[in-house]
């Protein structure tokens, strides 16, 4: 109590005008914005990784059934009534995926070709992720393609309404270098549309209907998984767990953040990346208190000869002066809080800052305010502000001989 009395008077009295606590002013500014800095960066990040979630989450399944071994399975081996009948499935579909092949006119490109169902679109959001035309894999007998956007612009494929796109693939156990145009089958579909999502997956996928794959590839009544979506009232652990039990140990079941664990894994070592490069200017800037403590410990000389004549010991006394730089840095410290988190909000809700770019999926820098960042940065940065204080303190008033 004794201490904070002290520490309050010697920054905020109205006879403690000097230019110690102009200095101190200074530190205060030069503390709050790397703070404000982390949770911004923080936020930013969050928002990022929100989007590709989001991104991912319109292709790729909330769970994946998969064979143990092998690439493919018979359809009749992994029925859906199975998958449909375990609680929290909402939808199943059949998918066979295998590279291939796509070209038009003189352009070619290697693409991942995902053969699926017609309870696709119960799955997957895919009229969502539409850029052009309608999401249709096929009219009666006639089997269409949808591309994705990247891929179309590879090939070349700008009028795309009515045009075919072709699809190569090589035949199993019957190719030969001798005669390498007979290794390939073929496949010769309209467009109906083309998706957009990332940059990666719109530039090496496209969509065609299950029975085209398996003609293509060879594969009759054949699929490489059966996805899955949830009915949101479960979590994917659980749904997980449920539907192991029910497909047995030939096939593998894998939720969505598993199957793209590596991509989260590299996002989340960026943002932590990011997080101590804005450590070490907070723990730059929060050096500045040395000097305001150094320069303090000196002018009060006289007051602290005063304090030991009236009984005071050196612990008090470095504890009036540590607090005295917990002060400043808290003022610092909850001022770049509050403006990295209003500066945050309001991002979140308005997006007055825009992207300079008519290409990506988002118009304005995306930001998710997590309370935890704030926390996590609150922590480290009074942990940070006590050491310096405790460490200048204990040296200062060591060398003075109190």
Excluded at 17 to 46: E, K
Excluded at 105 to 113: A, D, G, H, M
Excluded at 340 to 362: D, E, N, R
Aim: aromatic fraction near 8%; glycine fraction near 6%; hydrophobic fraction near 50%.
């Amino acid at each position: 109590m004794v201490a904070r009395l002290f520490a309050r008077r010697y920054l905020f009295s109205r006879n403690s005008r000097s230019v110690i606590n102009i200095i101190a002013g200074v530190s205060v500014a030069a503390v709050a914005v790397p703070v404000a800095a982390m949770i911004i960066l923080l936020s930013v990040f969050n928002g990022f990784e929100g989007i590709i979630r989001d991104l991912r989450s319109s292709f790729d399944p909330d769970i994946a059934i998969r064979p143990a071994r092998g690439a493919v399975f018979a359809c009749r081996e992994l029925p859906k009534s199975v998958a449909e009948a375990v609680e929290g499935v909402a939808a199943s579909s059949y998918v066979l995926e295998q590279g291939a092949m796509a070209g038009y006119r003189s352009e070619r490109t290697v693409i991942n070709l995902r053969g699926a169902d017609s309870d696709y679109i119960k799955v997957l959001p895919s009229e969502e992720i539409m850029s052009a035309g309608r999401f249709e894999l096929e009219l009666g007998e006639i089997d269409k393609a949808v591309i994705g956007r990247g891929a179309a612009r590879t090939l070349g494929l700008h009028g795309y309404i009515l045009d075919n796109v072709n699809l190569y693939a090589l035949r199993r156990n019957s190719f030969s270098t001798l005669l390498p145009a007979d290794g390939f089958s073929t496949l010769s579909l309209p467009v109906a549309g083309l998706f957009a999502t990332d940059a990666e997956t719109d530039s090496s996928n496209a969509i065609v209907s299950l029975r085209a794959a398996q003609r293509l590839f060879d594969r009759r009544d054949s699929a490489s998984a059966l996805f899955v979506k949830a009915d949101g009232g479960t979590s994917l652990t659980t749904l997980k767990r449920r539907l192991q039990e029910a497909v047995g140990e030939r096939f593998t079941v894998v939720t969505r953040d598993e199957a793209n664990a590596s991509l989260y894994r590299i996002m989340r070592y960026e943002k932590w990346g990011i997080f101590m490069i804005a450590l070490m200017v907070l723990a730059i800037a929060s050096l500045s208190i040395t000097g305001v403590l150094v320069m303090l410990i000196i002018e009060k000389r006289r007051d602290m000869d005063v304090l030991r004549a009236l009984g005071a010991d050196t612990a008090l006394v470095r504890r009036i002066f540590r607090t005295e730089g917990l002060l400043i840095c808290s003022l610092g410290g909850f001022a770049g809080l509050a403006a990295g988190i209003a500066l945050s909000l309001v991002q979140q809700f308005l997006q007055p800052v825009k992207i300079p770019s008519a290409t990506l999926v988002v118009s304005a820098y995306p930001v998710e305010l997590h309370a935890a960042d704030a926390i996590i940065t609150a922590v480290v940065f009074l942990t940070t502000a006590y050491l310096i204080s405790a460490v200048t303190v204990g040296s200062m008033i060591k060398k003075q001989k109190l």
